[in-house]
């Protein structure tokens, strides 16, 4: 079994504003960048490889972390919100009404127009747990929300209909062992990171 450690960015100017950021281009905000500097990471993790989404906040979050060697890989990339990306989810459920109601009860099929699907994502992660899974060594991944929720379903069978079984923390560590077929196992959710000092 190999290791693999999530991480979610750092904030950005929409993160408090609960924008769908997707795969949007956005840089940490100052603020955003503040946070990252005060975290710091467990021990375990330490001699891990790293890995981050090639959009601009979660190799932000890498370099702040001390690890700008990061491999980009873009099977790591935010989920596409397609033409909903900027937009609040609370506005798009006042406009659409039942609309959104249906197209948010297909779960791991849930799609943004022009947009993908958690289940896409899931598909387009299972060749890289497979390689880490080969590897056989201790990775951390800088990626994000959408990603991690897909990762998180993929390992409990959760069908993203409804609240997930454990509430997901925006800015804390979620740790996988991964089998060399790239199935993952999870081990703890929602590790908080050790604050600076």
Same mark, same amino acid.
């Given at each position: 079994m190999a290791r693999l450690v999530l991480l979610r960015h750092g904030p950005t100017a929409w993160t408090p504003e609960h924008r769908l950021q997707g795969q949007s281009d956005l840089p940490l905000s100052p603020e955003g960048r503040r946070a990252v500097a005060s975290w710091r990471l467990p021990p375990e993790v330490a001699g891990f490889a790293w890995l981050t989404s090639p959009l601009r906040r979660a190799r932000e979050t890498a370099v702040l972390l001390g690890h700008g060697e990061a491999r980009a890989d873009r099977r790591l990339a935010e989920m596409s919100f397609g033409e909903w990306e900027g937009q609040r989810l609370r506005d798009l459920r006042a406009r659409l009404g039942s609309a959104m109601d249906e197209i948010e009860g297909q779960g791991l099929d849930f799609r943004a127009p022009g947009? /993908?699907?958690?289940? /896409?994502?899931?598909?387009?992660?299972? +060749?890289?747990?497979? /390689?880490?899974?080969?590897?056989?060594?201790?990775?951390?991944?800088?990626?994000?929300?959408?990603?991690?929720?897909?990762?998180?379903?993929?390992?409990?069978?959760?069908?993203?209909?409804? /609240?997930?079984?454990? +509430?997901?923390?925006?800015?804390?560590?979620?740790?996988?062992?991964?089998?060399?077929?790239?199935?993952?196992?999870?081990?703890?959710h929602n590790l908080p990171l050790e604050p600076a000092g």
């Open positions: 947009g /993908e699907s958690p289940r /896409e994502v899931q598909a387009r992660l299972a +060749p890289l747990l497979a /390689e880490i899974g080969r590897d056989g060594r201790g990775h951390l991944a800088v990626t994000h929300k959408g990603v991690i929720r897909a990762l998180y379903a993929l390992a409990t069978g959760w069908q993203m209909l409804g /609240e997930p079984p454990q +509430p997901f923390a925006d800015f804390a560590l979620h740790i996988y062992d991964v089998a060399r077929d790239g199935t993952p196992v999870l081990l703890r």
